[in-house]
Nanobody
Framework: QLQASGGGLVQTGGSLRLSCAES????????MGWFRQAPGKEREFVAA????????YYADSVKGRFTISRANAKNTVYLQMNSLKPEDTAVYYC???????????????WGKGTQVTVSS
């Protein structure tokens, strides 16, 4: 199952790197994505990457600040988050899809989330 980690409390402008590891199946056949959900809001797309890692996609709100990557040999996907803002505060979820998961409808299965809190 997918397990996200790396969340925490950081000040505005800080950085965090999230990891998403899979223990029971190989991730290399899936496209992967990160989503987030803030209190009282719907889950939203953050970033996605194709199965080979050659193409990545980002929400406009994080473009230029976040970077998604994957290490198929380690069965792990990462989200490097720089220049964090208070509005980035949310629970972050990793997700796998048969196609690039650019929306919740494109997700085949979800991982457990990790909390990211950015203080002002």
């Amino acid at each position: 199952q997918l397990q996200a980690s790396g969340g925490g409390l950081v000040q505005t402008g800080g950085s965090l790197r999230l990891s998403c590891a899979e223990s029971r199946r190989t991730l290399r056949i899936y496209a992967m994505g990160w989503f987030r959900q803030a209190p009282g809001k719907e889950r939203e797309f953050v970033a996605a990457i194709n199965w080979g890692g050659s193409s990545s996609y980002y929400a406009d709100s994080v473009k230029g600040r976040f970077t998604i990557s994957r290490a198929n040999a380690k069965n792990t996907v990462y989200l490097q988050m720089n220049s964090l803002k208070p509005e980035d505060t949310a629970v972050y979820y990793c997700a796998a899809g048969d196609v690039v998961p650019s929306s919740v409808d494109g997700v085949s299965y979800w991982g457990k989330g990790t909390q990211v809190t950015v203080s002002s």
